[in-house]
Structure formats: C-alpha cells, structure tokens
C-alpha cells in the first residue's frame, strides 16, 4: 500500500506559479514511477508528468517548457513546479505513483489561474 497527500494547490493569475508536493508513504520501494494528472469536469485525467525511479521524466505537450517535476533525493517526494500558469491549466491535479500491483492516487488539490 502506498499512501500520497498532495499539496500546493491555490488561486493564482495567469503568468504566475505554483508548486505542488506529493508525499508518499508506506511501501515506497515498490514505486517505479510517479506523476501528476490533472482533471477537469467531463473529461478524462490526463498525464501532465511523470518521473521514473532512474529519473527519467516526460511530460504533456501543452505543459513542456512552463512546468517541471522533480522529486527529493529519498524518493519519497514528487514536486511539480508551475510556471507561466495560463487559464487553460485551471484543475484538480492528482499525484499518482505506479507500483506493480496498479496506481495509487492522491486526493487531489485545485489550482485555479484566473484571467
């Protein structure tokens, strides 16, 4: 089992930033990978980032260059860092980690960019 508390979320202007924290616990070993995905009412989560255990990362096409994922030195830990926010980024983000038994999810937190 593993559980993530999500952190970071808020209100902000367009062209402003966010950071969301992910912290992870429980049986973090068996993490290979983890992410962030973003939600907006009636559609499908989609991926925004992602990072394996050997550091590897990728992102979503609308958000390369603006945001950046990262994690702490013990793994226990993703971060994503929000820049250049735009209205079209307003959602609930989730943290998710992938182990061989499926996906866990975070709770969720909002970030809103107004206009």
């Known amino acids: 089992q593993v559980q993530l508390v999500e952190s970071g979320g808020g209100l902000v202007q367009a062209g402003g930033s966010l950071r969301l924290s992910c912290a992870a616990s429980g049986s973090i070993s068996s993490i290979y990978a983890m992410g962030w995905y973003r939600q907006v009412p009636e559609k499908q989560r989609e991926l925004v980032a992602r990072i394996t255990s050997g550091g590897r990362t990728n992102y979503a096409d609308s958000v390369k260059g603006r945001f950046t994922i990262s994690r702490d030195n013990a793994k226990t830990a993703v971060f994503l860092q929000m820049n250049s926010l735009k209205p079209e980024d307003t959602a609930v983000y989730y943290c998710?980690?992938?182990?061989?038994?499926?996906?866990?999810w975070g709770q969720g937190t909002q970030v809103t960019v107004s206009s």
């Open positions: 998710n980690a992938l182990v061989g038994g499926g996906p866990y």
